[in-house]
Nanobody, 119 residues
Framework: QVQLVESGGGLVQAGGSLRLSCAASGSVRSINVMGWYRQAPGKQRELVAAITSGGSTNYADSVKGRFTISRDNAKNTVYLQMNSLKPEDTAVYYC?????????????WGQGTQVTVSS
């Protein structure tokens, strides 16, 4: 089995920074795309950032220039560095890993971590 553990959320003032982590453990053979999504109350879950196994990145327009996604393949971990946070960044953040395990390729979700930005 594969488990994803997220950490790093919390409460921060506007303009502050947080760093989220998501680590995969268990029967992981390789990880293709790693991504971060977020869901605010009453809104649909949206893609925040993604990174491929080759290091190519993609960001939502709303976070470009403020957030940076990175990965450590040796640790099966993806990070999201969030700077210049705004109140509208408040949401539950979920990691999503498209990985290859014992039984083939599958997308896994983290448990979610709350990020709250106060004005």
């Amino acid at each position: 089995q594969v488990q994803l553990v997220e950490s790093g959320g919390g409460l921060v003032q506007a303009g502050g920074s947080l760093r989220l982590s998501c680590a995969a453990s268990g029967s992981v053979r390789s990880i293709n795309v790693m991504g971060w999504y977020r869901q605010a109350p009453g809104k649909q879950r949206e893609l925040v950032a993604a990174i491929t196994s080759g290091g190519s990145t993609n960001y939502a327009d709303s976070v470009k220039g403020r957030f940076t996604i990175s990965r450590d393949n040796a640790k099966n971990t993806v990070y999201l560095q969030m700077n210049s946070l705004k109140p509208e960044d408040t949401a539950v953040y979920y990691c999503n890993l498209d990985l290859v395990g014992l039984f083939g390729s599958k997308a896994y979700w983290g448990q979610g971590t709350q990020v709250t930005v106060s004005s």
